[in-house]
């Protein structure tokens, strides 16, 4: 575990009103410790940390724990912790390399991380669906929220697809267990489920319609994408791919490497997304209102109740690409309307509710030790 050191923030004197409770930033700015941690399995946890971050330390010092091997962004702060965790990688063709994940799987180093992090000496342990920082807490006794996406299955509000998974269900439940709870999702489903975390750039965005479609598959590699898109040679298409290195161009493809700035101008100036199950993306296409086709990664539980939630929605979701996807493709061009959903007022919001719930778990863990 690699240890990095972590700056503080400038301090704000904003009030805060929840449940009864009223306290300053200001008044907990130098008080409070808080060990953030965040799953670096695809690129939505840290984009959505990146957002987060910045209110985080408005309301005391924040180090990261940064888990996971196998994301295409960079999280651009100070780390203090890292590990290459549990991770989750994909072949070529939709679906999950389960060989590379048993071969990165190393149990003894878990356990001895899971030994090691010192989360008790925190005031506040926020976990975005991490199993090392759940392991930790959980034998060490110590109060935390999962906060993220992952927390909304905790509801059974939140959608599901006809078929469930006993398997699926179990992971999305235990996988990084809390004492609490706030969840993420493209609806309110419950009173702990905010709306999506959006990122600044897209939130201040104009959308606007340059007429090419952005495809963002990571499922997929180069050559599948190409042999998928290049048919629609009416269409031109930026596709992200986590093998590209520099922007290229085969006929009306331009392929680009998977960045947060190229991809949040693709998805402002697109006529439409196609992309995979994760929740982050169709989130922002939702609030720019871009026609959306979701495809979830095989063998991701996750992905496939996020798709039951856009169809519920009247997104187009489609199981897998096959000899179908010509006609499903030129039906969402000519009779798919976008959806549009405002996501602006989620952070306030949302923070308002875990430092409100912050202080009832402090009186609930006083009274435990207490006992």
């Not at 342990?125 to 927390?151: L, M, R, W």
């Not at 999506?196 to 994408?225: F, G």
């Not at 493809?253 to 196609?274: E, K, R, W, Y």
């Not at 519920?312 to 000519?334: A, M, P, Q, R």
């Amino acid at each position: 575990m690699q240890v990095a050191s972590f700056e503080l923030s400038s301090e704000l004197g904003v009030q805060s009103f929840q449940f009864g409770v009223v306290f300053r930033k200001s008044d907990i700015r130098h008080k409070m410790k808080i060990f953030y941690a965040i799953q670096a399995t695809g690129n939505g946890h840290i984009s959505r940390a990146m957002e987060l971050l910045p209110h985080l330390e408005q309301y005391g010092s924040v180090d990261i724990f940064l888990s996971g091997a196998n994301s295409s962004l960079s999280l651009d702060a100070p780390i203090k912790y890292r590990s290459k965790g549990l991770s989750l990688f994909y072949n070529c063709s939709g679906g999950l390399d389960y060989w590379k994940m048993m071969k990165e799987y190393q149990p003894f180093k878990l356990k001895k991380e899971i030994q090691d992090l010192p989360v008790e000496k925190y005031d506040l342990v926020i976990n975005d669906f991490e199993y090392i920082t759940a392991a930790s807490c959980t034998k060490k006794k110590i109060p935390s929220v999962q906060f993220g996406h992952q927390g909304s299955f905790q509801s059974g509000n939140t959608p599901r697809p006809s078929s469930k998974s006993s398997v699926g269900e179990w992971v999305l439940k235990n996988y990084a267990r809390a004492t609490h709870h706030i969840g993420l999702h493209f609806e309110k489903y419950d009173d702990f489920i905010f709306q999506p975390v959006i990122k600044k750039q897209i939130l201040e965005a104009a959308s606007m319609d340059k007429n090419y479609i952005t495809v963002y598959l990571p499922s997929y590699c180069e050559p599948q994408l190409e042999a998928i898109f290049h048919p629609f040679k009416e269409f031109n298409f930026q596709i992200f791919s986590r093998e590209t290195r520099v922007p290229k161009t085969r006929k009306n493809i331009q392929f680009l490497p998977v960045d947060t700035a190229f991809f949040n101008q693709s998805l402002i100036h697109c006529s439409g997304i196609i992309t995979g199950g994760g929740f982050e993306t169709p989130a922002e296409a939702i609030h720019l209102g871009k026609k959306i086709i979701s495809i979830p990664i095989r063998g991701q539980y996750e992905q496939v109740c996020n798709a039951a939630a856009l169809e519920k929605l009247g997104v187009t979701c489609l199981k897998t690409i096959d000899e179908n996807f010509s006609s499903e493709f030129y039906h969402w061009i000519e009779d798919k309307k976008p959806l549009r959903i405002d996501y602006s007022k989620t952070i306030p919001e949302s923070l308002e509710f875990l430092f409100s719930l912050h202080e009832k778990m402090k009186s609930e863990h006083a009274e435990l030790i207490l006992e």
